[in-house]
């Protein structure tokens, strides 16, 4: 028999994707093998007694369920819109499109039913989540992107619904940026190109002169004239953000300026070679016409002319644009043989002529003159004066020269210059005392020679051709060739024959010399001649070339001197000389030093050698003599005397001496015993003696040690100034008493004395 059956459901209604379970009721659950359960259009075959699902879409679900027994009997129950699924709706959108970096994108909740959403919790696609309990909705994007914003609602804990929407948000940076050629033509169209970065970009394009542009790569002509142009861009995305570029003195607005300098541009060989330097500016392209039906491409060309003639040269410059700009010189290849003149004037004359030329060249070449005559001309004048002072045909020319030393020679017009050039040599021109002289008669002539006349310069004359001529004394003679030419043209020419005497040699100086001194010696010729050498041998090993030099001998004794004089030609003479070199004087102390007390005296005695005629004794002044061989000497203060000796040779000698002075006493007398009773005798003690100059302090102590007399700066030899036995006014008594003395002496010394005195009654 069939079991009827039925069922439950755990809550009903639900909340989307809430669990929710249906059971099965049965009369007979053991006789129930399969549950098949159907849920609107998903069925669930073969089950247990209860099923639990969830179900993800808002609506109503009819469940059917059906049993099969043990039998294989079925049983279907189905209840219509049995489950109501109930709860929010979540739904959204932003504020906007999107925004810029940084920018706070707000969002509305269109999420149903309004008012029981307690909770939204937003995934806003960058990583960042946040959940609310109410409105308003909004957040702040730092990164570029486009972002995919969930939402999550809910009103209870089972009742909650979500909703994504792919890239809903767009946060964009844009970027300014554009190129161009920089350097343009005025007028030329110049195309911008836009290089930003961005979405849906407007572009807005200032171009430094006025103008603007809205197209994303526009193209812009600038006014005429040299210029510099700043340039802006500014964009803006479709979410509204922006950005600007502003390129400073960007564009550069330039014609092409043409410009060269040339090396060489002159010559006057073939070919001539003329070297460009490019210096053209502001441009984009060039090239070269040389004038010669020829071009280039290159920088800085050297080009090759091959023909005289005047070229045009151009330099065509064009501009990034197409703006063109050109420069032009002139290369001049000189014909020298059509260019270059000589005249001149006087063209003849007889015997020397003085000519003025006029010189017309290619302009900028140097030049040299060249007269004919072997003297040349390089100051690069063009009137010139010149004196051919020989007779002759001459021929000047023009000589010009290029920097590489290609060189053209243009003659003149012939200088003719009549008569005869006298030229003549000797067989010899110097000789000793007197000799014969051969003349050779080497004349040059462009004229016929009537009349040869020499004369010798010692009274003699000749009209032979080559004469020959004896001259008998030494001496200087100038002779003379004249000669005279068909055309009365007459020329003379000089040669001098010295003739050198041989030397007459003598020696002039001292026969007696002292040892170790030195002498000039002179050497003597009768005629005197400065091209004389001399050769002196002193015999002690020593020479000389000079004509007086000066000679030593460090050992006495006979010296035979020699001197050879010779003169240009070798011509000689030899002179002899003997001397004596003596040994010098000696003066040498006896007894050095010698001691005296002061205010004393002293002989200076000396040991003398020698032949010895002069004394002079330094300082002169405490000598009894200055210039005898040994004066007394009484110096005040110790001395050191020196003695200058001279023999009858002249030879010197030195000598020294010290005399000693000193002061003690044997310089003064002090008694030791007085008797001050008035009888005149040695009633006073006082000092006395020689060579003393004062007593600076005279004591006398009483045995106790107390001072009964004291006087300072007490003459010496005086009893005026001496103590007279008496203490306080009263006679002292008899007694030893102790004195002390300090006495200055005549020498400066000082001497301090002391000693016992016993005073008698």
């Not at 008669?441 to 004896?470: C, K, Q, R």
């Not at 040695?682 to 060579?691: I, K």
Request: proline share 6%; hydrophobic share 30%.
């Amino acid at each position: 028999m069939n079991e009827t059956a039925s069922f439950t459901v755990s809550k009903n209604p639900i909340c989307k994707s809430e669990p929710v379970t249906l059971t099965a009721v049965v009369s007979n659950p053991a006789n129930i093998i399969q549950y098949d359960w159907t849920i609107g259009s998903q069925s669930y075959p073969d089950t247990t007694s209860s099923l639990t699902l969830t179900l993800s879409a808002y609506g109503s679900y009819t469940v059917t369920l059906t049993t099969t027994d043990l039998n294989g009997c079925t049983n279907s129950v189905t209840i219509p819109n049995y489950i109501v699924v109930g709860g929010p709706v979540a739904d959204f959108n932003p504020s906007g499109p999107g925004g810029c970096v940084n920018s706070t994108i707000g969002f509305n909740d269109l999420s149903t039913p309004a008012g029981a959403i307690n909770q939204w919790t937003w995934n806003f696609g960058d990583g960042m989540q946040q959940t609310y309990s109410s409105s308003p909705f909004s957040h702040t994007y730092t990164q570029t992107g486009s972002y995919t914003v969930t939402l999550f609602v809910k009103y209870t804990a089972n009742c909650r619904d979500t909703m994504t929407k792919t890239n809903v948000v767009l946060i964009t940076r844009p970027v300014a940026a554009f190129r161009a050629d920089t350097f343009y033509c005025p007028l030329a169209p110049l195309q911008f190109i836009d290089t930003s970065i961005g979405n849906g970009l407007n572009y807005l394009w200032s171009f430094g002169d006025g103008a603007t542009s809205t197209l994303q790569n526009p193209t812009h002509a600038y006014p005429a004239g040299n210029n510099t142009y700043t340039v802006k861009l500014k964009i803006t995305d479709l979410v509204g953000c922006q950005d600007s570029v502003t390129k400073t003195n960007y564009i550069n607005i330039r014609s092409p300026q043409a410009a060269f300098t040339m090396q060489d541009s002159a010559g006057i060989c073939i070919p001539t070679v003329t070297a460009f330097t490019f210096q053209g500016q502001d441009y984009q392209s060039f090239s070269w016409d040389f004038g010669d039906g020829t071009t280039s491409t290159a920088m800085n060309p050297s080009h090759f002319y091959n023909a005289y003639g005047a070229y045009t040269v151009t330099l065509y410059l064009t501009g990034p644009g197409g703006c063109m700009a050109s420069a032009q010189s002139l290369v001049n290849v000189y014909n020298p043989y059509t260019t270059t003149q000589i005249s001149a004037n006087p063209r003849s004359a007889c015997d020397s002529i003085t000519t003025s030329f006029s010189i017309t060249t290619p302009p900028g070449f140097p030049f040299k003159f060249y007269f004919g005559d072997g003297t040349v001309d390089s100051s690069q004048t063009f009137n010139l004066t010149h004196t051919y002072r020989y007779p002759g045909n001459y021929t000047p020319y023009v000589l010009l020269v290029d920097k590489y030393g290609c060189d053209a020679g243009i003659s003149g017009p012939t200088i003719n210059v009549y008569g005869a050039l006298p030229l003549f040599s000797m067989n010899k021109k110097e000789f000793c005392d007197n000799g014969q002289v051969f003349f050779l008669n080497y004349t040059l002539n462009n004229d016929p020679i009537v009349s040869t006349v020499w004369n010798f310069a010692d009274g003699s004359t000749s009209t032979a051709t080559e004469p020959t001529h004896v001259f008998n004394a030494p001496g200087t003679y100038i002779v003379t060739l004249t000669v005279t030419t068909q055309n009365n043209c007459t020329s003379i020419a000089k040669d001098t024959v010295r003739i050198y005497p041989t030397p007459v040699l003598s020696i002039g100086g001292k026969d007696t010399i002292c040892i170790n001194s030195t002498e000039r010696y002179n050497g003597i010729v009768q005629m005197p001649d400065s091209t004389i050498r001399w050769k002196w041998n002193f015999a002690n090993g020593n020479t000389s070339q000079q004509q007086n030099p000066t000679v030593s001998y460090n050992a006495t004794g006979n010296y035979n001197i020699q001197l050879i004089a010779t003169n240009k030609l070798g011509c000689a003479d030899t002179a002899s000389r003997s001397i004596y070199v003596v040994p010098l004087p000696t003066a040498s102390p006896t007894v050095d030093p010698i001691t005296i007390i002061s205010g004393g005296t002293a002989p200076l005695n000396m040991h003398y050698t020698g032949p010895i005629v002069s004394y002079n004794w330094q300082p002169a002044q405490s000598l009894s003599c200055a210039n005898c061989p040994q004066p007394f000497a009484s110096p005040q203060f110790s001395t050191k005397y020196s003695l200058k000796v001279v023999d009858r040779y002249g030879c010197t000698a030195e000598g020294f001496i010290t005399v000693k002075v000193v002061c003690n006493n044997k310089n003064f007398f002090i008694p030791n015993t007085f008797s001050p009773n008035g009888d005149g005798v040695n009633d006073v003690f006082y000092l006395r003696g020689t060579g003393l100059f004062r007593v600076k302090t005279l004591r006398v102590f009483s045995r106790w040690g107390e001072v009964v007399f004291e006087k300072n700066e007490v003459p010496v030899n005086n009893p005026a100034y001496g103590w007279d036995g008496t203490y306080k006014g009263k006679k002292a008594k008899a007694d030893v008493y102790v004195y002390q003395l300090e006495i200055i002496c005549g020498n400066g010394e000082t001497v301090t004395y002391s000693g016992n005195i016993a005073l008698i009654l």
